[in-house]
């Protein structure tokens, strides 16, 4: 794994935290220097400071989301709420609020790749759209749609279930996790975007009134 802080405290903490869960961290305490090795070398999962020199954690974390799917925590100051939007707006999979236990994170890390290892790795179809959930690569008429990691994973979840109508939290649960916190307007705005990036077939996700949404074919 990766730990991206300018803190060398607060990396060295994380880093004996997780030996104890069995990974080999490596560090990084710039954003230079953490993009560099995201892009040089697969990671289970990165842990990425939001404040760092040289380029701060929501550039490398939309950077590493143009060529990779790693899982991303990101590391925000205490009450920024608009750091916690915009790292999951960059693709982040979870955020973490400073001060933290260092016992919290690798919750979050356990929980989120849980998560990943209950996608299953087969391509669905329905009409012109296919997506392939293990690379997370979603087709429209044989053409690559550009999404978010979160976005395809929605659609997925939605799609994989057509016979189910999920609520908003259920979404949250399902894709972000039971210890997300964040506002269920967080789903309505990535359903919005997917819906305009996906074109006709974005018709296909319907909102329930009262409800949530549903995908039907």
Not at 12 to 20: F, P, S, V
Not at 138 to 145: A, L, Q, R, T, Y
């Amino acid at each position: 794994m990766l730990i991206a802080d300018d803190n060398k405290q607060i990396a060295t903490i994380l880093a004996e935290y997780a030996k104890k869960e069995g990974y080999s961290p490596e560090l990084a305490h710039n954003g230079e220097e953490a993009l560099q090795k995201a892009l040089n070398k697969d990671f289970s999962i990165i842990l990425l400071d939001v404040m760092m020199p040289i380029y701060d954690g929501f550039y490398v974390c939309q950077k590493i989301r143009q060529v990779k799917n790693t899982p991303i925590i990101m590391i925000t100051a205490k009450g920024e709420d608009y750091e916690k939007i915009m790292g999951l707006d960059n693709g982040a999979d979870d955020y973490i609020v400073k001060p933290f236990s260092p016992n919290e994170v690798m919750a979050r890390m356990r929980a989120i790749l849980r998560r990943i290892d209950n996608l299953n790795n087969d391509l669905f179809s329905s009409g012109s759209l296919s997506i392939d959930i293990q690379n997370y690569i979603v087709k429209v008429n044989g053409e690559v749609v550009d999404l978010t990691k979160k976005e395809v994973e929605i659609l997925y979840t939605l799609a994989a279930n057509k016979t189910k109508t999920f609520t908003r939290e259920n979404l949250l649960d399902s894709v972000w996790g039971t210890d997300y916190f964040g506002d269920t307007r967080t789903v309505d705005s990535h359903i919005k975007r997917l819906r305009l990036k996906l074109g006709d077939e974005g018709s296909k996700i319907k909102t329930i009134w009262g409800v949530g949404y549903k995908f039907e074919n």
